[in-house]
């Protein structure tokens, strides 16, 4: 009887041995998903300028892929194409990540999400602000030539408030003041009181004017 019981516990030990190997080798499948992308060959580079977001090098972050969050080493995002793109699992190649099954990504701790504003398919937007109004930022990288036929990439900042009925785009700060209905004149002497630049800083501009609107709850 004895033998019976320890012949099978080792058999109960064997079989979830089994169960754990194959679990890890289908999380290890899984993951392989990300690397089904195309070859980058996109990055070009024009008088030591890229079209990446923050700096030309990859950088640590996370990709939400078909719904399932991932962690990478190296993460970079071409915002004149609108794609991420990371290394091959030899570190080898650079690989563009197929954009219809990217929903978000993170990198360098910045919070990226795909929303539908202008396209069916969607677009990469940073999230600077969530709340009642969300405030999103659209980094576009556009090749410009000056005057002497010179290609260089000028970077754009489009500047997106979703509010719970619609969503504004905000080209200069008096489309902002105009949302304020009444209290237009509270929060335009609040952009002066605070030296506030919406031109040269849209992002701290935004932020700083939609907590305050917040915290008054205008």
């Not at 539908?116 to 999103?136: A, D």
Request: proline fraction near 2%; hydrophobic fraction near 40%.
């Amino acid at each position: 009887m004895q033998r019976l019981s320890l012949f099978l516990l080792i058999l109960a030990v064997f079989i979830n041995s089994t169960l754990f190997a194959n679990n890890k080798t289908d999380t290890i499948r899984n993951n392989s998903l990300l690397y089904s992308g195309v070859e980058y060959t996109r990055g070009l580079i024009l008088f030591g300028e890229s079209p990446f977001y923050m700096v030309r090098e990859p950088l640590p972050g996370s990709i939400n892929y078909q719904g399932n969050w991932y962690s990478v080493a190296e993460l970079q995002y071409d915002c004149k194409n609108d794609v991420l793109v990371t290394t091959d699992r030899k570190g080898d190649l650079a690989m563009e990540l197929i954009k219809e099954k990217v929903h978000a990504f993170t990198i360098d701790g910045h919070q990226f999400e795909k929303l539908k504003l202008q396209g069916k398919q969607g677009e990469f937007y940073e999230k600077i602000l969530s709340g009642k109004r969300s405030l999103f930022i659209q980094w576009q990288k556009k090749v410009i030539s000056n005057r002497v036929d010179e290609k260089r990439y000028v970077l754009f900042r489009n500047v997106y408030l979703i509010n719970p009925s619609d969503t504004v785009r905000i080209n200069r700060v008096a489309d902002y003041f105009d949302l304020l209905g009444q209290n237009r004149n509270k929060i335009k002497r609040y952009y002066k009181e605070q030296h506030l630049n919406f031109r040269k800083e849209p992002i701290i501009a935004m932020e700083s004017m939609l907590k305050k609107v917040e915290a008054e709850g205008w």
